[in-house]
T-cell receptor, first 114, second 113 residues
């Protein structure tokens, strides 16, 4: 079984401030973790993925995430928020027993204030 | 390379009707998954097909079904539509057999009235 919890359904930051979106996972076997972003009326776009090669993963648009096994976390960060980062962000997990089936967290809506 | 294409983009149906949604994956991808997205339940997995075989199925009633063709294109069908089936239906294709990233289409917005 696998599950994902995203703490904070809404996060608001000022432009230029640090972005931190939290994700905790549960998986009975080693996980593969992903972050996706969704803009209004659009599908999901992959930001980055963790596949056990390195614990710090760099993605597109300046985002990165760190896998911490001891904390079962995979938090997403960006040093400086931009107005264009305003969107909904989803953390997802899969594992070797699940094919390509993704289990998503509830999502976090990021708002960026000017 | 063309992305994942879903048709139609928008659909309005009446309760009790049935609907078929279509998904064309990225060329070369043999895995196609379907998800339902609603404000209340979030993103929920419906099913995954790989080389024309259903590999995984989510917790949805039997009214939801799907299939995959030999060219990897996929369709999902919902019979006897209910108001609660109103949602954004997302299709995703993946390049490998497991644990590979999913590339999503723009979705089909289904409204049941």
């Amino acid at each position: 079984a696998q599950s994902v919890t995203q703490l904070g359904s809404h996060v608001s930051v000022s432009e230029g401030a640090l972005v931190l979106l939290r994700c905790n996972y549960s998986s009975s076997v080693p996980p593969y973790l992903f972050w996706y972003v969704q803009y209004p009326n659009q599908g999901l776009q992959l930001l980055l993925k963790y596949t056990s090669a390195a614990t710090l993963v760099k993605g597109i648009n300046g985002f990165e995430a760190e896998f911490k096994k001891s904390e079962t976390s995979f938090h997403l960060t960006k040093p400086s928020a931009h107005m264009s980062d305003a969107a909904e962000y989803f953390c997802a997990v899969t594992n070797n027993n699940a094919g390509n089936m993704l289990t998503f967290g509830g999502g976090t809506r990021l708002m960026v204030k000017p | 390379k063309a992305g994942v294409t879903q048709t139609p983009r928008y659909l309005i149906k009446t309760r009790g009707q049935q609907v078929t949604l279509s998904c064309s994956p990225i060329s070369g991808h043999r895995s196609v998954s379907w998800y339902q997205q609603t404000p209340g339940q979030g993103l929920q997995f419906l099913f995954e097909y790989f080389s024309e075989t259903q590999r995984n199925k989510g917790n949805f009633p039997g009214r939801f079904s799907g299939r995959q063709f030999s060219n990897s294109r996929s369709e999902m069908n919902v019979s006897t539509l209910e108001l609660g089936d109103s949602a954004l239906y997302l299709c995703a294709s993946s390049p490998g057999a497991r644990n590979t990233e999913a590339f999503f289409g723009q979705g089909t917005r289904l409204t049941v009235v």
